[in-house]
DNA sequence: AATAGTACCTTGTATAACAAGGTACTATGT
DNA sequence: ACATAGTACCTTGTTATACAAGGTACTATT
């Protein structure tokens, strides 16, 4: 018998997508912190991601102004990039957490 | 000045677009519903979505065998296509309401 | 000098969301 | 009887984006 694709894979894909800049922000709102880490990082919480996702979405976030990067050495290989939040990334960060909340009470309604 | 796109706009956007097959599952196993009701629905819980996302969408999680459909005549205008869960769809909806419980849990987490 | 490990980034393809436009049935007003 | 408004369906074309795959480059180890 072959091997049949779950149709729920592709939906769960997509819910974890949605929500993925949100992630971002709010692993780089912990503390300064560069690309590889953050994909462990994601990785933890069971948002499986790649690199070909995140590092375009990075750019994206920085040209919006929501971040700021400096490279620092490594004493352990390449240079890293580290990114910060910026003070837009900040109010940007507090207003998708409300959003968030808003979206999780919804579906607590949807729900019951 | 120019009014300027708020970028968390987009991505807000972004957030709910990824659970919206999981809403819309959740909205058909209330009650058997038509696709401009569902979008109502969706409005009501701040999810705003536009017809031409929501039929694609229909149709496919049809075509994966989640969904069933049967005409139905209305009172008011013309006749209804009304969905319902398959069995397939329903055990779909139960692996994505605990994709959804991981989520919340996992974000949470990063929250504090 | 070669290999492994870490870290960055880009390109090409497929999917999917949205905006806009289109069809058709029913009820209502004139 | 005809036009209009309301409801409900659906499709097409464009744009955005996630992913797979591949590529560059620095450091440490053997």
Redesign the interface.
């Known amino acids: 018998m072959a091997p049949k694709e779950s149709?729920?894979n592709t939906?769960?894909a997509?819910?974890?997508?949605?929500?993925?800049?949100?992630?971002i922000l709010?692993?780089i709102s912990?503390d300064r912190t560069y690309a590889s880490e953050i994909l462990l990082e994601l990785k933890k919480?069971?948002?499986l991601v790649v690199e070909g996702t995140l590092y375009p979405l990075l750019s994206r976030l920085r040209a919006?102004?929501?971040l700021d990067h400096s490279w620092e050495e490594s004493k352990s290989g390449p240079p890293r990039k580290y990114y910060t939040l910026t003070n837009?990334g900040k109010q940007?960060l507090a207003?998708?957490?409300e959003?968030?909340s808003?979206?999780?009470a919804?579906?607590t309604?949807?729900?019951k």
């Open positions: 149709s729920t939906t769960k997509q819910m974890r997508k949605g929500i993925l800049e949100f992630c709010l692993i912990r919480a069971d948002l919006a102004g929501l837009a940007a207003e998708l957490t959003t968030w808003t979206l999780v919804s579906i309604t949807l729900i």
